[in-house]
């Protein structure tokens, strides 16, 4: 039996600071692990039972058999397009114990984008859950791919196509996952997870963010992005917790599951909080021990929201991305309200430059620069042309694509490099617009762009959702943000639109926003 309690850190030749505990060589030795642990306690919920961690592990290896009956050997990718649910965390374990790559598809996107992705990945399987026959098969049309049903509630697979396998040698370097990221710009691409980034990021989403083996976890983000397999599935796994699984947000559901199964834990992008507290009303939800969420910056006023009415609850925002197998900081306590404007400092096992924009130098103290980060959570590559490439230079520092800066310590991001606004001479941060609009009564949501103007180059645009029942003139908000910002961050331009277009990860698409909004508005004056 191995201890997974994580106390101190230690300095390890590289440098870095890495967690002083046993754990893990691979996601196959944590499952076992867990199942000798926990065997009779329960492991995972969805909308049709509940499984034992030793039930769990049954329907692992029956998947496992099948995966190995239809010629599936080490190295082989498998992708996976399938809601949350118990037959595709148990599919994601069986692809590990035959040593292949699972490849987790986004059902949110078209078939044809899956085709793409599936090209890139050219996966000897597709698995293809419940509900979701019609695209699995439009994506797999000109592909080598092999089908494969989902045939009942829990297998993929009849016994009777089952065969004998043995799990090949698993190490930190092994590829478990390729992750189409969730691709706010561009075209997505195949990040390479291995076993070790993997069991990493899972020590952290444990032992820092304070999760316990008697934690009931809900999962309502999709189970194919890195937030709901390696920051919420794995660590389920990990501490042989309980995983309550919801296929497809929404906010009633969750608040339901919530309350019936006593959840303590969850993670959520914030636009999913400002519905769950809407949902949730005046009872709050009185279980929950820990609130956390990322993925998008957390306004402030829905945390003081939030605080009000989830008091009892941690609060934890964690930042990171595909590339770095979810967390590089980490927000948590008193500091999650008290410098809430912040994602936190960087792990234990994380470094961190700001780089500056426009030369390889490291920027002065508390001045903006790009995000680069180094650590054994950072993926072991992309994967181009059927192998892996890799996402760092040979030093092991990646670049993030976000502005940030420090102040006392606390990572404040500022915008994405590519959102920027360069308004004349001036940049402009779209989070410190965006962070005053929320500020004003009637938004519910915001964003925050660039349009290009024959003057200045750009001009910020801004797009806002009302809350239900308010409203708000676009004149109205910019007299509003003219009292919280400099007279050239105020947007020129204020949409009032239904929804904002956002990713499968609760991220708003801004190239979209660009598209909708941009040449409309480039003639003005
Ligand atoms: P993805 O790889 O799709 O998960 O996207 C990662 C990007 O999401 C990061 O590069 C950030 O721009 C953004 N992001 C992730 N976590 C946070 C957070 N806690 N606060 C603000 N933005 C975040």
């Known amino acids: 039996m191995r201890s997974h309690p994580v106390v101190g850190t230690r300095e390890s030749p590289d440098g870095l600071l890495r967690y002083d505990v046993e754990v893990p060589l691979n996601l196959v030795d944590m499952l076992d692990d867990t199942v000798r642990r926990h065997a009779d306690s329960r492991a ?19 998947t496992a058999r099948g995966l190995a009956g239809h010629g599936v050997r080490a190295g082989d990718r498998v992708a996976v397009v399938a809601g949350n649910g118990i037959p595709l965390t148990a599919a994601y374990w069986a692809i590990w114990k035959v040593g292949a790559i699972a490849v987790p598809l986004n059902h949110r ?91 990493q990021n899972s020590v952290t989403c444990t032992s820092v963010i304070g999760r316990r083996s008697d934690d009931t976890e809900l999962i309502m983000v999709p189970q194919f992005n890195v937030t709901g397999l390696c920051s919420q599935t794995i660590p389920i796994v990990h501490l042989g917790m309980t995983g309550v699984l919801l296929d497809g947000f929404s906010a009633d559901r969750a608040v339901d599951l919530a309350r019936t199964h006593g959840v303590t834990s969850t993670v959520g992008a914030p636009t999913m909080w400002w519905r769950i507290l809407e949902s949730a009303g005046a009872e709050g939800l009185p279980g929950l021990r820990l609130a956390l969420y990322g993925g998008a910056p957390m306004p402030t006023a829905l945390l003081d929201r939030m605080t009000t009415a989830l008091g009892s609850a941690t609060f934890g925002n964690g930042y990171g991305m595909t590339e770095t197998c979810s967390m590089v900081t980490y927000l948590g306590g008193e500091d999650a309200v008290r410098h809430s404007e912040s994602v936190g400092a960087p792990l234990p096992i994380t470094q ?7 030369s390889p ?10 995000v680069t980060v180094r650590g054994p959570q950072v993926a072991i590559g992309y994967w181009v042309n059927g192998d ?6 040979s030093d092991g520092w990646v670049r993030t694509g976000d502005v940030a800066r420090v102040i006392d310590g606390f990572v404040v991001l500022a915008d994405r490099v590519k959102d920027v606004i360069k308004r004349g001479g001036e940049s402009i941060f779209s989070i410190e617009v965006e962070e005053a609009l929320y500020q004003h009564p009637a938004i519910l949501e915001a964003a925050v762009i660039g349009v290009p103007d024959d003057v200045y180059g750009e001009r910020v645009l801004a797009a806002v959702v009302v809350k239900p029942g308010a409203e708000a003139e676009a004149g109205d908000i910019q ?11 105020v947007p020129s331009f204020v949409e009032v639109v239904d929804e904002l277009p956002r990713n499968a990860g609760g991220k708003v698409v801004k190239a979209r926003l660009k598209e909708m909004f941009s040449s409309s508005r480039s003639a003005r004056p």
């Open 44 to 62: 995972f919920v969805d909308g049709d039972g509940d499984v034992t961690w030793s039930e769990f592990a049954e329907i692992v290896e029956a």
């Open 109 to 199: 996107l078209t078939s044809d984008d899956l085709a793409r992705q599936l090209e890139a990945a050219s996966p000897r399987l597709l698995l293809v859950g419940r509900g979701k026959e019609e695209l699995g098969r439009a994506a797999a049309v000109g592909s080598e791919s092999t089908v494969v049903l989902q045939e009942d509630d829990e297998f993929f697979f009849s016994s009777s196509d089952g065969a004998g396998y043995s799990t090949p040698p698993l190490g930190e370097f092994t590829p478990a996952a390729i992750l189409f990221t969730s691709g706010t710009t561009g075209r997505a691409k195949g990040v390479v997870i291995s076993h070790g980034n993997a069991v």
């Open 352 to 358: 961190m430059r700001l780089l500056d924009l426009s």
């Open 361 to 370: 130098d490291e920027v002065e103290s508390g001045q903006v620069g790009e």
């Open 388 to 393: 892996v490439s890799p996402l760092t230079g």
């Open 479 to 489: 007299a509003f943000c003219r009292s919280r910002l400099a007279p050239f961050k």
